[in-house]
């Protein structure tokens, strides 16, 4: 029996999908199982934090976003229509002057973009904010 070049390259993918090492079963995370990751299970309350997003995005590639929660000790920016849901996470230590971030996001599709922030005592807030995007920017 003579192996071909494609020969090999069918198993070798057969393999792969077989031991479950797609790429994209590795990495895709959705939105509820980050949060949860995030916040250990914990309540989470709606409000107290600002999160600056454009309501359009004409370039899924780079859209700005600015969160703010005075208190945070950590930020996690998530967006629930990515394939991969969470974002960004930002900590911020005793010393930091204050607890905001910045900084520009890639979005696939129109969807939510949600700041989840642990505040000092523990507690867990969060907002979200729709985005319109016009052109994806995960090949959309």
């Not at 600002?50 to 969160?67: C, D, H, K, Q, R």
């Not at 996690?76 to 910045?102: H, M, W």
Request: glycine share 12%; net charge negative; charged share 15%.
């Amino acid at each position: 029996m003579i192996l071909t070049r494609r020969a090999i390259m069918q198993i070798g993918a057969g393999a792969a999908v077989a031991a479950g090492l797609t790429p994209f079963m590795a990495s895709a995370k959705k939105y509820d199982d980050a949060l949860a990751e995030f916040t250990g299970g914990a309540e989470v309350i709606d409000g107290e934090i600002e999160l600056t997003t454009p309501e359009i995005a004409e370039n899924g590639n780079t859209v700005p976003v600015s969160v703010a929660a005075p208190g945070a000790a950590m930020i996690a920016i998530f967006a629930d229509g990515n394939p991969e849901a969470e974002v960004a996470v930002f900590t911020f230590g005793p010393l930091a002057g204050s607890q905001a971030a910045s900084t520009r996001i890639r979005l696939a599709q129109t969807q939510n973009v949600i700041a989840v922030a642990q505040m000092g005592d523990g507690s867990f807030r969060r907002v979200a904010r729709e985005v319109k995007v016009t052109i994806g920017g995960c090949g959309g």
